[in-house]
């Protein structure tokens, strides 16, 4: 059974692997630097539609995010 905590690990992986700033990211989705923050702290996760244009920036695929691979 995949789990919230494998999908933030791993969306916290691919942003710290991502060598974007959280500035660029924030300025990219249109979104404040520290819900970016929220993001690699595990304070929160991002809406639907933020995770898949989250994928698109970071050019990953979101089965990998969602733990579907």
Same mark, same amino acid.
């Given at each position: @059974?995949?789990?919230?905590?494998?999908?933030?690990?791993?969306?916290?992986?691919? =942003?710290? $692997?991502?060598?974007?700033?959280?500035?660029? =990211?924030?300025?990219?989705? $249109? *979104?404040?630097?520290? !819900?970016?923050?929220q993001?690699?702290?595990?304070?929160? @996760?991002?809406?639907? %539609? !933020?995770?898949?244009?989250?994928?698109? *920036?970071? %050019? *990953?695929?979101?089965?990998? =995010?969602?733990?579907? %691979?």
């Open positions: @059974m995949i789990t919230l905590e494998q999908i933030r690990a791993r969306l916290i992986e691919s =942003i710290n $692997n991502s060598g974007l700033k959280q500035t660029e =990211i924030a300025r990219r989705l $249109n *979104i404040s630097q520290p !819900t970016v923050g993001y690699l702290s595990g304070r929160a @996760m991002p809406a639907l %539609d !933020t995770l898949a244009n989250l994928c698109k *920036i970071l %050019d *990953i695929d979101a089965n990998y =995010i969602l733990c579907l %691979d």
